[in-house]
């Protein structure tokens, strides 16, 4: 033990400087460490944050293109029901009226050539006792119907169009 006590009290200073710059770097490490961990919890933090933003941010998108679908849809069924009530008026003349087709020599259909077959083209088309079903007023009131429909999908996609990204 005399060799230790001699060396200890020989280099007492360089053992003392030693131990001092050893705390100083444990607590440097502490501190920065403090720090580093402070600014990621933080960091995390305003992630965290901007992430919840954006969720709301796209639950209110939803929610609005949910209410202006749902708008959209209900004055779509209003126009509809008004449109469906509204009663023809026989007394207006127009493409369909085909009143004069009786009084010319001609048929108002052309018939089809007695070597043809009287089938139509498109395998998918109405059958030959259906086609005189559709009439003049039926045809005026699907293109009505499909006008506004037509019309109802561009103020919709107009409306959501508005909607900020």
Known sequence: MNWLNRFLLA???HIFDALLLTMALLCGMQVGESRVQKNWDAEKQK????????EQRVADVRLTQS???QEISNEYAKRSKLLADRQPDAHVGGVCNITTAGDRDLSAVSEAPAGAASIPADALSLTA???????CAQLSKDAAQTTLMLLEVQRWYQKQ???EP
């Open 67 to 69: 209410q202006i679908t």
């Open 129 to 135: 006792g259906d086609a005189g079903a559709v009439s």
């Open 161 to 163: 169009s508005a909607i």
């Open 11 to 13: 280099n007492w200073s």
């Open 47 to 54: 992630i965290a944050l901007a992430q919840a933003r954006q």
